[in-house]
């Protein structure tokens, strides 16, 4: 796992809490707000989702270069 995966983790939960507060406590302010934060969460795992994918198939790459080498 990298940064944006873990970062984004924990926005998105902290996103679904203060949406889920939101609607306890009849606020659409907050329910908004978390249920904003908890998309940008979810785009920012997204991100580091990308990033990793891309890092495996650079050594996939790599790895397939070296063995020409050979």
Known sequence: MNKDQIKGAINEAAGKVQKE???AV???KHEIAGGMKEVAGKTQKAVGNIKDDVKDVRKDANREGEKRRD
């Open 21 to 23: 507060f939101g609607k």
């Open 26 to 28: 009849d606020s659409p």
